[in-house]
Structure formats: C-alpha cells, structure tokens
C-alpha cells in the first residue's frame, strides 16, 4: 500500500516562511505529478502547485512568487517553501501524488493533510 506521509505545518506570523515535505512510501512502480491542493474553512479545496517528474512547476496565481515547489525522485519526496506568508494561507495543507503501481495503473493518492496558521 502507498502511503503519502506529510510534515513541516505550523503556526507562523504573517510574512513569515514554512516548508512542508511530502515523502512516498511503499511499494509502486514510479510516481507522475505531484502537488500540493489546499483547503480553507468554508472553502474548497484548491490546487496550489504542481510539478511534473521532469521537474516543471505550475502555480496558481494566489501563491505565484511566494511559494516554490520542488521534488527528490530519488527521495520520492515532494516539497513546497512558502515565504511571505499571509492569514489568508491559512488552511489545511494536502499533498497529492499520481502514483504508478505498474506502468499501466495509475492511482491518485492523498496526504492526511496538514494545518497551516498564518497569524499574529
């Protein structure tokens, strides 16, 4: 079984930077696009940030310039620095992850999710 395990989340002030981490772990063939979506109270869930295993990015333009997302294959690990931190990023933080079980299976597997607060 693939699990998609989630750290770095917290409590920071506005302006401030996190750094979240997601590693892969288990059994699977290689891993497609990987990216982080995240939910505010009240709100829907919204993609973030992207990245192809090639190492390409694609932001929404609410975090463009702030936030970096980055990957290790080698570490089957996916990451997302965010600086300049405002209380509107506050939400709870999901990784997600296009993982092969076989060259022809793909499943779409999800972190447990992670509390972000950006506040004073």
């Known amino acids: 079984q693939v699990q998609l395990v989630e750290s770095g989340g917290g409590l920071v002030q506005p302006g401030g930077s996190l750094r979240l981490s997601c590693a892969a772990s288990?059994?699977?063939?290689?891993?497609?696009?990987m990216g982080w979506y995240r939910q505010a109270p009240g709100k829907q869930r919204e993609l973030i940030a992207v990245i192809t295993s090639g190492g390409t990015p694609t932001y929404a333009d609410s975090v463009k310039g702030r936030f970096t997302i980055s990957r290790d294959n080698a570490k089957n690990t996916v990451y997302l620095q965010m600086n300049s931190l405002k209380p509107e990023d506050t939400a709870v933080y999901y990784c997600n992850a296009g993982i092969r079980r076989s060259p022809l299976f793909l499943e779409n597997s999800w972190g447990q999710g992670l509390q972000v607060t950006v506040s004073s």
């Open positions: 288990g059994s699977f063939f290689s891993i497609d696009v």
